[in-house]
């Protein structure tokens, strides 16, 4: 009898690239004021990525998973199966693929 061989493949959680600096906001309205009007390198820099874009030039950026504990609660997001969910603390998915969050912000850009 043949052996035979399987391949599982499960997906990246954990970034596989460095964080140009690490930041997070110290409260809910530096939060506000980072993610509305931080330039686009600077998001990247400290871990947020761009998920997709829209009509109008509005993008989709997802949170790092270490911005987790700092999300305020009841925050609005976006997920990436393109619900809107308020964010709770404990409740809401903490899962990370690629060092991000599976839900974000949009912006217009």
Known sequence: MEDIVIFISCPVHKREYE??????PGNKS??????KSAPRNI?????IREWDTYEGNIVHYLFPG??????????????IGKR???????KS???TR????????LRKE
């Open 43 to 47: 998001l990247e820099g400290v871990g």
């Open 84 to 90: 809107v969910e308020f964010f709770k603390k404990g």
């Open 19 to 24: 964080l140009d600096f690490e930041y997070k």
């Open 98 to 105: 690629y060092g991000c969050l599976p839900y974000g912000f």
């Open 66 to 79: 270490e911005w987790y504990s700092i999300i305020p609660d009841n925050f609005k997001c976006l997920t």
């Open 30 to 35: 530096e939060f506000i004021d980072f993610i």
């Open 93 to 95: 998915d903490n899962d």
